[in-house]
C-alpha cells in the first residue's frame, strides 16, 4: 500500500497562487493530480513520469501549472499561479505504474484530497 499525504491547499483570491505538496511512502513511477469540483466528475490536472521527463497537461492548467518531483522524499508538487475561481474544487495526489493510465484515470492509490478555494 502506498500512502500519500497531501498538504498546502486554502484560501486565496483570483490572480494568487498556492503550491500543493504530496508525499508517498515509498517511490512510485507516475504521480500526479486530479481535481474535483462541487457537483463535478473528477478531472485530470497534470501527471509527471519517475524522472520529470515527461509531463502532461490539462489544458485547463497548462501555462498556469507546474508539476515537479523530489524523489529524495518521494514527493510532487504542484505549482499553481494565476488561479480563478473555477479552480476551486478538492485537490486528489495520484500514483499510478504507469503514465498514459494516470493520465486516463487508472490509478493506484489516491490522496486525501486539499481544498483549494479561489475568491473572485
Known amino acids: 500500500q502506498v500512502h500519500l499525504v497531501e498538504s498546502g491547499g486554502g484560501l486565496v483570491q483570483a490572480g494568487g497562487s498556492l503550491r500543493l505538496s504530496c508525499a508517498a511512502s515509498y517511490s512510485v513511477y507516475a504521480m500526479g493530480w486530479f481535481r474535483q469540483a462541487p457537483g463535478k466528475d473528477r478531472q485530470f490536472v497534470v501527471g509527471i513520469d519517475y524522472n520529470g521527463d515527461y509531463t502532461t497537461y490539462d489544458d485547463s492548467g497548462k501555462g498556469r501549472f507546474t508539476i515537479s518531483r523530489n524523489n529524495a522524499n518521494n514527493a510532487v508538487y504542484l505549482q499553481m499561479n494565476y488561479l480563478r475561481p473555477e479552480d476551486t474544487a478538492v485537490y486528489y495526489c495520484?500514483?499510478?505504474?504507469?503514465?498514459?493510465?494516470?493520465?486516463?484515470?487508472?490509478?493506484?492509490?489516491w490522496g486525501q484530497g486539499t481544498q483549494v478555494t479561489v475568491s473572485s
Open positions: 495520484a500514483v499510478s505504474h504507469q503514465m498514459g493510465r494516470l493520465v486516463n484515470g487508472d490509478i493506484d492509490y
